[in-house]
């Protein structure tokens, strides 16, 4: 099958599964950077240590291919800001402003407008930032296997465990913490 279409299958997918779940809506993502709905939070990092686990695997099977970027501390920090910025004011990231969009909410296409633009001034911009911003603090391509001098999957499968197991620790927590609705039973007279 043609890579392009895959993922564009895969995509339409993600998005679908986006507006279903409702992980789509900006009032979930705002109760979420305002820690009042940690639902999405969860699902992010069960995401993500499920993503370790498999990635490092298909990788060292060779079914996959990583590409470790290189570290440029300033603009990470940077961006990071920038992208955090836009991402409280709009209430969407890159993945769930399309799905919102494709959904019909009236206010998506303007983030998605917004994040294109962005990355516009961004290509425009580049070679005059590159030397006072990039490149004055750039680290190679660390990763943890590369630091440790052990393969990769096994760091991977630790760390994705350790994920997993913090968000099973975390999900029974909450469910201790929950009240427990009350019963009420008749009482013989």
């Not at 399309?98 to 516009?120: H, I, K, M, Q, W």
């Not at 750039?138 to 990769?152: E, F, Q, R």
């Amino acid at each position: 099958m043609n890579p392009l279409i895959l993922g564009l299958a895969v995509g339409i997918a993600f998005g679908a599964a986006l507006v279903l779940s409702g992980l789509s809506n900006p009032r979930r993502i705002l109760d979420m950077l305002r820690l009042k709905d940690l639902f999405l939070l969860r699902v992010i990092v069960t995401a993500l240590g499920t993503g370790i686990v498999g990635v490092a695997l298909l990788d060292s099977a060779g079914l996959a291919h990583t590409s470790i970027k290189t570290l440029h501390l300033v603009a990470l920090v940077l961006g990071g800001a920038i992208f955090g910025t836009g991402f409280a004011i709009g209430g969407y990231c890159p993945g769930t402003s399309l799905a919102a969009t494709a959904e019909g909410r009236r206010d998506a296409p303007f983030v998605v407008a917004g994040g294109l633009v962005g990355a516009g001034v961004f290509a425009l911009v580049y070679a005059v930032i590159e030397p006072v911003l990039i490149a004055p603090a750039t680290y190679g391509k660390p990763t943890l296997p590369s630091i440790l001098d052990v393969p990769a999957w096994p760091v991977a499968l630790i760390a994705g465990l350790l994920v997993l197991g913090l968000i099973a620790a975390w999900l029974s927590g909450e469910r201790s913490r929950s009240p427990r609705p009350k019963l009420r039973g008749r009482r013989a007279g």
